[in-house]
């Protein structure tokens, strides 16, 4: 079973703070995965990668950088938080058919 | 406009009843999985399929990807059933993107 972690799992911010959320996964995948999820809207894609360096844009991208760092590691940087990025965030692996979901961030910008 | 439309949006099930889950696709879509997010939010993979059928205990699904769709069927409902089930498929580019249903949210009473 794939494993991956996120940190934190909380996050409180003020509107125009940086924010950055960590996601590891322990199983070799190429690909990870940013997902937010929100009332009416589902699971939306935010940023993807298919290897460390590699970073492909998602759906939803407006106001969020990614970097992939290595195979294992990727995170989602907020640089300058507003309030409709209060949302909870999934990170996610795979390797172009399952892909296996972290517990998700819950992130509230103030 | 939505390329996965999933129904119904709410369902609650008497223990051992049981029930279908629709997606129906508005393009062609390669692959499929579905997922159950519990209470505590967690997204658990239940299937992944490229084509026809696959049965786990009381849960078993079928992917149509001739005719846009996708089942998942839910028998002798248990309590521990109840939770938010999305499906989310993958479109014909191969690029290991998902797109997410809005989700079923199922309630199992006793």
């Known amino acids: 079973e794939a494993a991956v972690t996120q940190s934190p799992r909380n996050k409180v911010t003020v509107t125009g703070g940086n924010v950055t959320l960590s996601c590891r996964q322990t199983n070799s995948h190429n690909y990870m995965y940013w997902y937010r999820q929100d009332t009416g809207h589902g699971l939306r894609l935010i940023h993807y990668s298919y290897g460390a360096g590699n970073l492909q844009i998602g759906d939803v991208p407006d106001g969020y950088k990614a970097t992939r760092t290595t195979q294992e590691d990727f995170f989602l940087l907020l640089e300058l938080a507003s309030p409709s990025q209060t949302s909870l965030y999934f990170c996610?692996?795979?390797?172009?058919?399952?892909?296996?979901f972290g517990p998700g961030t819950r992130l509230l910008v103030l | 406009g939505d390329q996965v439309e999933q129904s119904p949006s709410a369902l609650s099930l008497h223990e051992g009843t049981g029930s279908a889950l629709r997606c129906n696709f508005t393009?062609?879509?390669?692959?499929v999985q579905w997922f159950q997010q519990n209470s505590r939010g967690s997204l658990i993979n239940l299937f992944y399929?490229?084509?026809g059928t696959k049965e786990n205990g009381r849960l078993k699904s079928t992917f149509n990807s001739k005719e846009s769709y996708s089942t998942l069927h839910i028998r002798d409902a248990q309590l521990e059933d109840s939770g938010t089930y999305f499906c989310a498929a993958e479109g014909a580019g191969n690029t290991g993107k998902l797109i997410f249903g809005l989700g079923t949210t199922l309630q199992v009473q006793p």
């Open positions: 399929l490229a084509s």
């Open positions: 393009t062609t879509m390669r692959a």
């Open positions: 996610a692996s795979g390797n172009q058919d399952t892909q296996y």
